[in-house]
């Protein structure tokens, strides 16, 4: 930034010294003004922001003290440096006491002055930049992706903004594709952990040993292939948030490695013997039954009991419709964008197939249709053709009886239509094979229309 | 445009022909030297000891001693002020014509160590491309190289260097 971007006013009821100031701050590129006194001093800072204010301690009328004080009512962020005589020094420390930055003797040492002004720019400009991180870190952590205003949306916004102010272990469960990982960010951003990490770990993803190093971590020729001493997620989330994604999917021996961790927030990498230390806040999700799991002794109870603390449950999207419409246009503005292709609105039959359908996919669903939707339609608007075939066809297709046979009918054409009629995927997915499904499509009398 | 160079009771035992080819290599203008006597009795302050830099520039502006289309530069030994200043190098009319540098904080003597004619000369040679650099409307420069950088401590002075930086050089074309 340039000098000329700041603003230094020099206040002094001495001619000479407003003279040579102003000189001095002039030459080093400064915008510069003066005032003899302190009327004059605050009719300029109505008129135009300074940065920097050189204020005499003594004045006629009302002295630099007071002014110091009115100057800051005017700009709060103006610093204000005293000049002072070395018979004033007293004075001048009263200043500072009252919020003036510092204060410099007459005469002024021009190294000093130099210093004090740099120092007091330096000062700014880490603030601004430190102003505009944050709030680039705000936009960059909003919870925008989370879209609705349901009662039962609401009252997960209530609960997110109530627990993100603790350090409270988190348990949201939810069906798949319901949001739990915009959840577990959203607590994450609302937190005073915000400006460290939070560290994601899909426990569905890796097996037992791989998930034990990414967790803890692994030191040089721990096992084959471990070349160097690696940080795990849980160093890596120090200061932050660690997200366990499907949790109950943790095999029982890693589960009490990380009930210990939980209770010791201590572990050693795998490999390793220096016990390291971590301070993390623990997000988890899961879509499992793990009431259930604990009662068949698959999951670990007192691991349950340490995770299930404060518990977000997120409704499936068939129980949230109203939120429908608004997601909808929420994903068709997005791929819109994204995809640059000037999609604007979605066509009320469109919308009404949409409301209509039960998304048992929840929300990944949804952003699924309306991407594909957005990739085979022509813009300017989504129409109900452009929606994935199987979710035309099934909406609105109810079983005409509770009969297990018409129930199997309506299952095993909403799977056809998912899958494109593949019947080899179909069977897969139905975990029948071909024959059954093709004696089942015979039977029902099922076609690909 | 011309530059000239004044010399008042100012301390003769550097090299007057080098310091006029260097601050013509800067500038790219004819330089001359010429003694000069003037009277500072009512620039002095008896309480700190020093003569007021600003007053002495009036006296320049006020003198017919300097020809039009000349910026003229005062060298003197006097130990400087302005007035809310401990001390300065030299001051400048801003976009102006006159200016003056002041060689007594220059000294290595000044600080306790022994004479070095040749510190002095580059020290008194940087000072003065400097304060002309002012007449010819440049500010201070933020590159440590250039010699428009400002110096408030003698050491300042030893660290920047002699020449213009392109930003300076391109600014002062342009003047």
């Known amino acids: 930034m340039n000098n000329k971007n700041y603003g230094i006013l020099v206040v002094d009821d001495e001619k000479i010294v407003r003279e040579s100031l102003f000189k001095w701050f002039l030459e080093d590129g400064y915008r510069v003004d ?18 920097i204010a050189f204020v005499d301690i003594k004045m006629p009328g009302m002295d630099g003290l007071e002014l110091q004080r009115h100057l800051k009512e ?29 204060y410099v003797t007459k005469p002024i040492d021009p190294d000093e002055l130099t210093h004090i002004v740099n120092n007091i720019i330096n000062q700014k400009k880490l603030l601004t930049e430190n102003i505009q991180l944050r709030e680039k870190i705000d936009e960059l952590t909003q919870f925008d992706e989370i879209v609705g205003d349901s009662l039962q949306i609401k009252k997960v916004f209530e609960l997110i903004s109530t627990v993100a102010k603790t350090d409270t272990t988190v348990l949201i469960r939810g069906e798949s594709g319901t949001g739990k990982e915009l959840v577990a960010r959203a607590i994450h951003a609302h937190s005073s952990r915000k400006f460290f990490p939070i560290i994601p ?40 948030s660690i997200f366990f994604d499907e949790i109950g999917c943790v095999s029982e021996r890693l589960q009490v490695d990380l009930l210990r961790v939980l209770e010791t927030r201590q572990f050693t990498r795998v490999g390793g013997e220096q016990v390291i230390s971590v301070d993390v806040r623990v997000i988890c999700a ?14 670990r109870e007192d691991l349950y009991y340490r995770l299930n603390v404060f518990t977000i449950f997120l409704p499936p999207l068939r129980e949230r419709k109203s ?45 699924n249709a309306i991407e594909r939707a957005m990739v085979v339609g022509k813009p300017p608007q ?33 799977i056809l239509h998912q899958y494109n009629w593949n019947i080899s995927k179909s069977a897969e997915v139905l975990d029948i094979d071909r024959a059954t499904l093709y004696n089942k499509i015979n039977k029902y009398n099922l076609k690909n229309r | 445009m011309f530059i000239e160079i004044l010399g008042a009771r100012y301390y003769e035992k550097f090299d007057v022909g080098l310091l006029c080819k260097d601050v013509k290599s800067a500038f790219n203008l004819d ?30 502006l006020k003198s017919n001693k300097i020809k039009k289309d000349t910026k003229a530069i005062l060298l003197t030994d006097l130990d400087l002020f302005v007035p809310i200043m401990t001390h300065v190098f030299g001051e400048a009319e801003l976009n102006g014509r006159v200016a003056v540098v002041s060689s007594h904080r220059l000294h290595t003597e000044y600080y306790g160590l022994p004479q070095n004619i040749d510190l002095l000369q580059e020290r008194i040679t ?31 002075v030893d660290m920047k260097g002699m020449n213009f930086c392109n930003s300076c050089k391109s600014q002062f074309f342009i003047v």
């Open chain 1, 34 to 51: 003066t005032a003899e006194n302190a009327a004059e001093a605050l009719r300029k800072l109505q008129s135009a922001t300074f940065d």
């Open chain 1, 74 to 102: 005017v700009d709060k962020s103006l610093t204000v440096v005293i000049i002072t005589a070395f018979a004033s020094v007293d004075s001048a420390v009263r200043a500072l006491k009252d919020g003036a930055y510092d």
């Open chain 1, 201 to 240: 770990v899909n426990c569905g993803a890796l097996n037992d040993n791989l998930l034990e190093s990414e967790l803890f971590g692994h030191e040089k020729g721990a096992f084959t292939g471990a070349q160097y001493r690696r940080k795990g997620k849980f160093e890596m989330a120090d200061g932050g």
């Open chain 1, 286 to 299: 899961t879509n499992k039954d793990l009431e259930l799991a604990v009662k068949e002794g698959k999951f």
């Open chain 1, 323 to 367: 939120d429908i419409p608004k997601l909808a246009n929420h994903f068709m503005k997005k791929f819109s964008q994204v995809m640059n292709k000037p999609v604007t609105q979605i066509d009320p039959e469109a919308m009404d197939v949409l409301v209509r359908y039960d998304w048992p996919g929840n929300i990944r669903e949804l952003a």
């Open chain 1, 382 to 414: 989504i129409s109900k053709e452009d929606l994935p075939f199987q979710m035309k066809n099934t909406n609105g297709i109810k079983p005409s009886s509770d009969s297990i046979e018409e129930i199997e009918k309506i299952h095993i054409l909403k």
């Open chain 2, 31 to 60: 330089v001359t030297f010429r003694k000069t006597v003037i009277d500072f009795g009512f620039t002095f302050d008896a309480n700190r000891i020093q003569y007021n830099s600003t007053q002495i520039l009036n006296i320049l």
């Open chain 2, 126 to 156: 940087k000072e003065i491309i400097h304060e002309l650099g002012h007449t010819f409307g440049l500010l201070h420069c933020k590159y440590a190289d250039c010699v428009m950088k400002s110096s408030t401590y003698v050491e300042d």
